[in-house]
């Protein structure tokens, strides 16, 4: 059985200046995000996005994306924040707390909605204590094993797994990540129950996984193209209906023989409950300018998603759909008997 050196349960900040990182992809150089000026009234300071996952990781990529665009409609500077720690709940919940004035905004996924049926002791409620600012994206997830691992195909990989549950591991950013999310609905379709290694974010889980010390693990494409193309990892199916464009010769899961593996990624930015109506409308169509800036779609096409519509990047719709996934993976959760402390 392989180990792993790299979990750590310790909750990690940190904070760094938003160009600095996005001009890292893009070959620019800058230290923040930082827009024209606008005069008086918000934003009169720094906007802090937290991201409750590691840095490197796909949330953190999405947000670093849109922090700059944003900033400059914002006609201010926004910094990124890297709060870890308990699939997200961390950090979420230091939003759920913060002052609401419009200065600290949280990029969060999935996870938002399944955290009310994975903890039992959380200290937030996603729809009570929280404004919804808009849909970012939706990102298809990438199941991706070890470049050596033996199974070629998705129903070897099955078969390989069912025949060896107690020495296969899968990996993880932790109960309730997305990857985490992703492997329970591959372990329900496939019938087996296997050694899950979590880690505090997919970034150090994909390193791994490349070292070849764990097996296998799901994760978004924001995170795995570049490892997929450069032949660092062995990737058998994409979790979407229909093929990545960025990864046309990754078959999905149901042409890959098994359709029940069907899961995307949804990101959406959040503020406290009590921000006032016209600062959340202005950090809305702050949203909708970055989502059609072309820089965005084209970074966003590179890793095998999309801004979402227009019309997704709104309260309204964001409210929608987080209450519909709360439904919809509560269901998922509670058959499978998973619980976080």
Same mark, same amino acid.
């Given at each position: 059985?392989?180990? !792993?050196?790299?979990?750590?349960?310790?909750? /990690?900040?940190?904070? $760094?200046?938003?160009?600095?990182?996005?001009?890292?992809?893009?070959?620019?150089?800058?230290?923040?995000?930082?827009?024209?000026?606008?005069?008086?009234?918000?934003? @009169?300071?720094? %906007?802090?996005?937290?991201?409750?996952?590691?840095?490197?990781?796909?949330?953190?990529?999405?947000?670093?994306? $849109?922090?700059?665009?944003?900033?400059?409609?914002?006609?201010?500077?926004?910094?990124?924040?890297?709060?870890?720690?308990?699939?997200?709940?961390?950090?979420?919940?230091?939003?759920?707390?913060?002052?609401?004035?419009?200065?600290?905004?949280?990029?969060?996924?999935?996870?938002?909605?399944?955290?009310?049926?994975?903890?039992?002791?959380? @200290?937030?409620?996603?729809?009570?204590?929280?404004?919804?600012?808009?849909?970012?994206?939706?990102?298809?997830?990438?199941?991706?094993?070890?470049?050596?691992?033996?199974?070629?195909?998705?129903?070897? *990989?099955?078969?390989?797994? #069912?025949?060896?549950?107690?020495?296969?591991?899968?990996?993880?950013?932790?109960?309730?990540?997305?990857?985490?999310?992703?492997?329970?609905?591959?372990?329900?379709?496939?019938?087996?129950?296997?050694?899950?290694?979590?880690?505090?974010?997919?970034?150090?889980?994909?390193?791994?996984?490349?070292?070849?010390?764990?097996?296998?693990?799901?994760?978004?494409?924001?995170? !795995?193209?570049?490892?997929?193309?450069?032949?660092?990892?062995?990737?058998?199916?994409?979790?979407?209906?229909?093929?990545? #464009?960025?990864?046309?010769?990754?078959?999905?899961?149901?042409?890959?023989?098994?359709?029940?593996?069907? /899961?995307?990624?949804?990101?959406?930015?959040?503020?406290?409950?009590? !921000?006032?109506? @016209?600062?959340?409308?202005? *950090?809305?169509?702050?949203? =909708?300018?970055?989502?059609?800036?072309?820089?965005? %779609?084209?970074?966003?096409?590179? *890793?095998?998603?999309?801004?979402?519509?227009?019309?997704?990047? !709104?309260?309204?719709?964001?409210?929608?759909?987080?209450?519909?996934? %709360?439904?919809?993976?509560? =269901?998922? $959760?509670? @058959?499978?008997?998973?619980?976080?402390?």
């Amino acid at each position: 059985m392989r180990t !792993t050196s790299r979990y750590r349960a310790a909750r /990690v900040i940190t904070a $760094i200046g938003v160009v600095s990182l996005v001009a890292a992809c893009s070959g620019t150089g800058g230290s923040t995000a930082t827009g024209g000026a606008t005069g008086g009234g918000y934003p @009169d300071k720094n %906007i802090t996005f937290v991201v409750p996952f590691s840095a490197g990781g796909p949330t953190d990529t999405v947000t670093r994306m $849109i922090a700059e665009p944003m900033a400059a409609k914002l006609g201010g500077k926004i910094v990124v924040q890297n709060v870890e720690g308990a699939g997200g709940t961390v950090g979420a919940g230091e939003v759920a707390r913060a002052e609401p004035d419009g200065y600290t905004v949280l990029m969060h996924h999935i996870g938002m909605s399944t955290a009310p049926a994975l903890y039992q002791n959380l @200290d937030y409620k996603p729809l009570e204590d929280f404004q919804m600012v808009g849909l970012v994206t939706e990102v298809p997830m990438t199941v991706v094993a070890r470049k050596d691992f033996a199974p070629k195909t998705l129903q070897e *990989l099955v078969a390989h797994v #069912k025949a060896n549950a107690s020495k296969v591991t899968l990996a993880n950013a932790g109960i309730g990540a997305a990857s985490h999310l992703c492997g329970l609905l591959f372990q329900t379709a496939a019938g087996v129950k296997l050694q899950e290694v979590p880690y505090e974010g997919t970034g150090p889980a994909l390193t791994d996984l490349v070292g070849g010390q764990v097996d296998f693990m799901c994760d978004q494409t924001t995170n !795995t193209s570049g490892q997929i193309t450069a032949g660092e990892v062995k990737a058998y199916a994409v979790t979407t209906p229909e093929r990545v #464009k960025s990864l046309p010769d990754v078959p999905t899961t149901t042409e890959a023989g098994l359709p029940q593996l069907q /899961v995307s990624v949804w990101h959406g930015l959040y503020v406290p409950k009590a !921000t006032p109506p @016209d600062v959340v409308q202005k *950090l809305t169509e702050a949203l =909708k300018v970055a989502l059609a800036d072309q820089k965005v %779609i084209d970074q966003m096409a590179k *890793l095998g998603t999309a801004p979402v519509p227009a019309e997704d990047a !709104t309260p309204e719709a964001h409210r929608a759909k987080l209450q519909e996934q %709360i439904g919809t993976w509560g =269901k998922v $959760i509670a @058959d499978a008997g998973v619980k976080a402390s």
